[in-house]
Nanobody, 115 residues
Framework: QVQLVESGGGLVQPGGSLRLSCAASRSISSIDTMDWYRQAPGKEREFVAGITNGGTTNYAESVKGRFTVSRDIAKNTVYLQMNSLKPADTAVYYC?????????WGQGTQVTVSS
């Protein structure tokens, strides 16, 4: 079992930055993939960014060049640095962990981009 706790969401103006954190209850080196997803009101949940246990990252086209996913293995934490935020980035952001025998979601953190 894995517990995931997100933090770092909030209200930011367009063009601003936020850093989200996802703290895992077990070593992230043992987790195959840790991803960030988001869900805006009235829309389906969508993939944002992810990092494998080998350190390979990948991003949705809509966030490439603006968002960066990283990890601190010693802290069992994955981060999502979000720069040049747009109103279209407003959503609840979820952390997701995939292991070979199961997958887990965090509770989500709200990000609102508005002037």
């Amino acid at each position: 079992q894995v517990q995931l706790v997100e933090s770092g969401g909030g209200l930011v103006q367009p063009g601003g930055s936020l850093r989200l954190s996802c703290a895992a209850s077990r070593s992230i080196s043992s987790i195959d993939t840790m991803d960030w997803y988001r869900q805006a009101p009235g829309k389906e949940r969508e993939f944002v960014a992810g990092i494998t246990n080998g350190g390979t990252t990948n991003y949705a086209e809509s966030v490439k060049g603006r968002f960066t996913v990283s990890r601190d293995i010693a802290k069992n934490t994955v981060y999502l640095q979000m720069n040049s935020l747009k109103p279209a980035d407003t959503a609840v952001y979820y952390c997701y962990a995939y292991l070979g025998w199961g997958d887990y979601w965090g509770q989500g953190t709200q990000v609102t981009v508005s002037s």
